[in-house]
């Protein structure tokens, strides 16, 4: 769900926060450490660091004893300028957070709540009952076990944190927490509609729910938050690959990006090392696990005394070790991102296309994919119109990251066969791309793209599986929504 740095900072902030709210107040108990580790499946560990941090900061007490009390006494006023100054910089970011997540994450739900187990339904049933816990505890759980079915950590990743940025914080409220109090109505109705497999009903329900919720929040900043923004905005941020050991996944994806590009060609050599590191402004050590890692990924081949040689997908996918956890994970980062954009990607392709600008660039993609040849192009030149041109800044943020994403399945590319049965295979879905932007036939064009995005999820699982990267299987979507 995300590295330790980035867990101990989400959850110091949503208590601190509270702290400042009211919503514990002066010498209140919070929650005890095991609770917290269990409720946001984190390790004892983190929570710890955590709780050792708001003390640092003076929010709270600890003791062995008496566990962790609130220390700071606030006076209304400034609870109230806390909240004002909380949400007011926020504004920008949280009202596009509302506008997406519906349109991003309705179909996510509604698949999801559909495959759960029976034991999960009768789990979130449960947790739906009268409790002592805070609301925004229980709706982590919840989070976790709807979402948990699609087998996706980096959609469960996203969803978790874009709460936690603006839903928890508005739950924390105390007049919202008793506005809320029966809150988990719609979603025992949704539970119901799962056990009667009232898909058609399920589906209303997700979007309904959404559109409240967004709603709500909205009505919230209309008639409650009247500060003006005062200091920096904070935007809602989401990177996968934040730890300082990591910073070798970004520069390979950058060199991936040139890969693709033409800018580093098949058969030929990658920069020497030291010029990557003063290039990229990072370590020799971090050059040294990037062209690990893209030796091991099968895109490139160290030769000694000569240097990395740009590999052809032919070659890559002989030469890539999917036998190496690294690897395995990155390909899962790459099936996972298709599976969010196959479920997303429809509904955004008809959101962009109202810029004129999106639909002639996009024209221009697919006919310069018909003359050079390389009609497997078109899964890629057709996401980035949306991580350029969609009108929602969350939306061209999480696409940026998918589609990037999408560079680790580098070596599975050549798996589609030769270059005139790749061809022939894509070109249908080129024609009729082309066919429904000449005709402004948007829904036409939202159902193509689905229909290609899905088909490369599905192709993508079945070679993974193959190769023994079973993890992938469950992620393959046979019971698409029809629309």
Known sequence: MGNVLE???????????????????????????????????????????????????????????????????????????????????????????????????SHAQWLAMKRAAPERLDELERLCAPSEILMPYVMVQHIQLIYGSLNNELLLRFIWQAYIFYQAPFLSLPENLTAFEDGDGPLLYMIGLCRRKDWDGLWQSVISFQEQLAASIRRFYANRINMKTEGEPVPFTWNAYRKSSQRCYSIAIELLKEVRQGILAPDGFLPPPARIAEYKQVSATTVRRTLMLLNQLGVTQSINGVGTKV????????????????????????????????????????????DAGAVSLWKDRLAYIKENGRYESVVFASLEIITLYSPIQTVRHLYGHLVCFLLWGYPLRSM????????????????????????????????????????????????????????AAELAISDFREK
């Not at 590999?311 to 030469?319: F, G, V």
């Not at 070790?321 to 298709?338: G, W």
């Open 311 to 354: 590999l052809s997908t032919q070659d890559s996918a002989e030469n890539c070790d999917f036998n190496q956890p690294v690897i395995r994970k990155r390909l899962l980062d790459f099936i996972q991102s298709l599976q969010i954009l196959a479920i997303t990607c429809g509904e955004w392709a008809k959101g962009v296309v109202v």
């Open 7 to 105: 867990l101990n900072q989400i959850i110091y902030c949503l208590l601190a926060s509270q702290i400042e709210f009211g919503t514990y107040q002066y010498k209140d108990s919070l929650p005890k450490m095991e609770e917290v580790s269990r409720w946001f499946s984190v390790s004892l560990d983190t929570v710890k660091t955590v709780y050792r941090q708001l003390k640092a900061d003076g929010y709270i007490t600890l003791t062995k004893k008496a566990g962790a009390a609130v220390a700071v006494q606030f006076q209304e006023a400034e609870l109230e300028e806390n909240i004002q100054t909380f949400f007011s910089r926020r504004r920008d970011a949280v009202m596009d957070l509302c506008q997406s997540m519906g349109p991003l994450f």
């Open 416 to 471: 589609h066969g030769s270059r005139e049965e790749i061809n022939n295979f894509y070109f249908p879905y080129i024609t009729s791309l082309s066919a429904s932007l000449e005709h402004s036939d948007w829904e036409g064009l939202s159902e193509e793209l689905e229909r290609l995005i899905l088909h490369e999820l599905q192709f993508a699982a079945a070679r993974l599986k193959e190769l023994g990267v079973t993890e």
